[in-house]
Antibody, heavy 120, light 109 residues
């Protein structure tokens, strides 16, 4: 059974970069049957998909257009995990951030969530 | 971008009653790409239904999904106390890969 364990800070200062990691157990970040996502949730925007990475014959990444210029998602095959970096953080980026596995065009396993507050 | 609109916003029922939750898309959605989630306070969403009508692993058979085109439904045949939560529909598509409805809160009457 796959488990996703998130780590990273809960408080980020404005203009700084958020870095979150999602450690995978029970599956492989290199699996050709899975896609690895980041989603966030806030009262103002609801559930918002941020981006994904996946491996088929090579690595692919896709980001939501509104955040593409600020975001990076990277796989780490040596540690079987993947990460999210979001730079130039503002208070509007305050949200609960989730990692999740995608299969069958749905998100079948989720991390526990990380509440990220952007404040000085 | 396809918008998913869920109704009602809040559904007040007693345990044992039948719950019917609606998800309407602004354009036609391939059934394969439609999913439903349950979220309880302080928890991550949990996948209930994928492909519009397929129950995810471990989901009780009182949960069922149906629909096609622009109208999809999640039904809970007899609501149990642990079913009171917020429910979201979700569509897979092209950039962005996933969009979600705004949610329906199922509350105890």
């Amino acid at each position: 059974q796959v488990q996703l364990q998130q780590s990273g800070p809960g408080l980020v200062k404005p203009s700084q970069t958020l870095s979150l990691t999602c450690a995978i157990s029970g599956d492989s970040v290199s699996s050709t049957g899975a896609v690895w996502h980041w989603i966030r949730q806030s009262p103002s925007r609801g559930l918002e998909w941020l981006g994904k990475t996946y491996y088929r014959s090579n690595w692919s990444k896709e980001y939501v257009p509104s955040l593409r210029s600020r975001m990076t998602i990277d796989p780490d095959t040596s540690r079987n995990q993947y990460s999210l970096q979001l730079n130039s953080m503002t208070p509007e980026d305050t949200a609960v951030y989730y990692c999740a596995r995608g299969r069958n065009f749905a998100l079948d396993s989720w991390g526990q969530g990380t509440l990220v507050i952007v404040s000085s | 971008e396809i918008v998913l609109t869920q109704s009602p916003g809040t559904l007040s029922l007693s345990p044992g009653e039948r719950a019917t939750l609606s998800c309407r898309a602004s354009q036609s959605v391939t059934s394969t790409y439609l999913a439903w989630y349950q979220q309880k306070p302080g928890q991550a969403p949990r996948l209930l239904i994928y492909g519009a009508s397929n129950r995810a692993t471990g989901i009780p058979d009182r949960f069922s999904g149906s629909g096609s085109g622009t109208d999809f439904t999640l039904t809970v045949s007899r609501v149990e106390p642990e079913d009171f939560a917020v429910y979201y529909c979700q569509r897979f598509g092209d950039s962005p890969s996933f969009t979600f409805g705004q949610g329906t809160k199922l509350e105890i009457k």
